[in-house]
């Protein structure tokens, strides 16, 4: 099994920024690619951005030049640095792990974005 814990949410005004992490633990030898996605009050769970293991990067088009993912492989962590952020980025975020054909999922954290 493999364990994912989100951290690093909050309360930003428009225009802020917020660094989120997932930390990884268990079974997480041949883990390859790891998302962020995020589920805002009423709407479908949405992907946001995803890093493989070798470090390619992609990302949602409402997030392109905002938001940055980045792995360390060697300390089980991944982020996701958000950057001008807007209200309608207001959304519960989740890290997603792949290994082979299953997903895991942390818990969440909140981001609420508001003046």
């Known amino acids: 099994q493999v364990q994912l814990v989100e951290s690093g949410g909050g309360l930003v005004q428009p225009g802020g920024s917020l660094r989120l992490s997932c930390a990884v633990s268990g079974s997480s030898d041949s883990i390859n690619a790891m998302a962020w996605h995020r589920q805002a009050p009423g709407k479908q769970r949405e992907w946001v951005a995803i890093?493989?293991?070798?470090?390619?990067?992609n990302y949602a088009g409402s997030v392109k030049g905002r938001f940055t993912i980045s792995r360390d492989n060697a300390k089980n962590t991944m982020h996701l640095q958000m950057n001008s952020l807007k209200p309608e980025d207001t959304a519960v975020y989740y890290c997603?792990?792949?290994?082979?054909?299953?997903?895991?999922w942390g818990q969440g954290t909140q981001v609420t974005v508001s003046s």
């Open positions: 890093v493989t293991k070798l470090g390619t990067t």
């Open positions: 997603q792990a792949v290994r082979g054909l299953t997903a895991f």
